[in-house]
């Protein structure tokens, strides 16, 4: 096997389970079910960033996404009390307008994938991983603590929400 036909073969793998796994979140009767194909949908991203050469931004994704915002998710639905039934993630009519809504994003942006140059796109000339790090800790201090607290305090509303009941 070639080593240029390994990585598209790779790519189209990821890209595969990533749009099960979105459609799982989507389709599953079973609202954790679907919660847990979230995580599925959140590593097969972090493949593809893997692939973009983004080792960071995967690593990110994979603890901060498929960890943190997931073990969140299947707090407040596990907390409820309609989690446990079979039909706890009904099929509804929402689901078809939003599937017309992005079929016809896709139609929109198709013209502009098609027309990106394969072999032209630039590669990585410098580590950027200090940078993002003085960035993360330097600047954006601020969003990021507001974003962890605003994490904390949603967590904290599911459980008390789901006490009242």
Known sequence: MAPGFLEPLIFY???????????AVVFL????????SLVLFFVATAGIF????????AAAQILIYAGAITVLVLFAVMLTQQSQSLESNPFNAQGLVASFVAAAT??????ALLAIPGKNRPGPNIDLIPELGKAMLGPWILSFEIA??????????????AKEN
């Open 148 to 161: 962890s607290v605003l994490l904390l305090a949603a967590l904290i509303g599911s459980i008390v929400i």
């Open 106 to 111: 896709f139609a929109a942006i198709l013209p």
């Open 29 to 36: 009767p079973r609202i954790i079910h679907a919660a847990l």
């Open 50 to 57: 893997i692939l973009l050469h983004a080792e960071f931004v």
């Open 13 to 23: 793998v990821a890209a595969a389970v990533l749009i099960i796994g979105a459609l």
